[in-house]
């Protein structure tokens, strides 16, 4: 079982839907939880983070932690074309020294 | 404005070199990582290091060696570079913090071994 499970997709939304981004975790002791935005050819770059159950709203993007069922969610409202891209999930694996491990990532395409 | 600078964008080497790859970030941030990625594989995590001469293999160390011998440098090394080490590397670095230890990524390395 892989540390950090995303669904590769791609997933593909019409401009001004909701996409939803899923990402499932094993390590229970896992504390923080990031998502990255990554679009094709550059650097990954952070969205938010969180570590406390519950939603953490900025702007247009919602994460979701349940840390009984290990799932973090992203939510993306109003979806653009420029949202296009591969959206990583990372876990703050707190096992000594903050080690950072990221999932496969998800690919998001948002049509006009 | 933060900075992680990788020392080559593009690399191409023989097989059996031994290639070096170095980073550098000016943020006086205590933790530096080195990733591969690859299509489908996501990032995976290499070696990481807390402090200075201090390092702790990822989930990928075998091949790779890595030395940090000032804070702001972290140096990846293949003892001798193979076909399948072809791929995009990225390093990141972060502070030591309790919780939001973001990671800021330099804009990668792609190496490919002929």
């Not at chain 1, 983070?49 to 409202?77: H, P």
């Not at chain 2, 890595?66 to 990225?90: C, D, G, H, P």
Request: aromatic share 12%.
């Amino acid at each position: 079982q892989k540390e950090v499970e995303q669904n590769s997709g791609p997933l593909s939304v019409p401009e001004g839907a909701i996409a939803s981004l899923n990402c499932t975790y094993s390590d229970r002791g896992s504390q923080s939880f990031f998502w990255y935005r990554q679009y094709s050819g550059k650097s990954p770059e952070l969205i938010m983070f969180i570590y406390s159950n519950g939603d953490k709203e900025d702007g247009r993007f919602t994460a979701q932690l349940n840390k009984a069922s290990q799932y973090v969610s992203l939510l993306i409202r109003d979806s653009q074309p420029s949202d296009s891209a591969t959206y990583l999930c990372a876990v703050n694996r707190r096992s000594g020294y903050n080690k950072l491990i990221f999932g496969a990532g998800t690919r998001l395409a948002v049509h006009p | 404005d933060v900075k992680v600078t990788q020392s080559s964008r593009y690399l191409v080497k023989r097989t059996g070199e031994k290639v070096f790859l170095e980073c550098v970030q000016d943020m006086d941030h205590e933790n530096m990582f080195w990733y591969r990625q690859d299509p489908g594989l996501g990032l995976r995590l290499i070696y990481f290091s807390y402090d200075v001469k201090m390092k702790e293999k990822g989930d990928i160390p075998e091949g790779y060696s890595v030395s940090r011998e000032k804070k702001e440098r972290f140096s990846l090394i293949l003892e001798s570079a193979s076909t399948n080490q072809t791929s995009m590397y990225l390093c990141a670095s972060s502070a030591f913090t309790a919780r939001d230890t973001e990671a800021f990524f330099g804009q990668g390395t792609r190496l490919t071994v002929v």
